[in-house]
């Protein structure tokens, strides 16, 4: 089994940083990407930046010059750096795990943290 546990989550103010981790335990072996989402109320669930293994990086553009995703692999967790907060940055932030296809006709696997919320406000 798969498990993704986030923490680092809670209020700050506009401008202030927060760093997220994401621990990754069980068949996690073969994941190709990592990553986070994020939801806020009312909003559907959106990308915030992904790592690959090779260590590629993407960001919403939202977040671009403000946000870094690393990953340490010995210690199988990943990290969401957060500086310049915004208000609009507040919502539930959640890990992302990618299993590739282990087949030609086979589909990818992703997989969910529970999420830990994170409040920009004064």
């Known amino acids: 089994q798969v498990q993704l546990v986030e923490s680092g989550g809670g209020l700050v103010q506009p401008g202030g940083s927060l760093r997220l981790s994401c621990a990754a335990s069980g068949s996690i072996f073969s994941f190709d990407l990592w990553g986070w989402y994020r939801q806020a109320p009312g909003k559907q669930r959106a990308l915030v930046a992904t790592?690959?293994?090779?260590?590629?990086?993407n960001y919403a553009d939202s977040v671009k010059g403000r946000f870094t995703v690393s990953r340490d692999s010995a210690r199988n967790t990943v990290y969401l750096q957060m500086t310049s907060l915004k208000p609009e940055d507040t919502a539930v932030y959640s890990c992302?795990?990618?299993?590739?296809?282990?087949?030609?006709?086979?589909?990818?696997?992703?997989?969910w943290g529970q999420g830990t919320q994170v409040t920009v406000s004064s």
């Open positions: 992302y795990g990618r299993r590739p296809p282990a087949t030609m006709t086979g589909a990818y696997v992703s997989y």
């Open positions: 790592i690959s293994t090779g260590g590629d990086t």
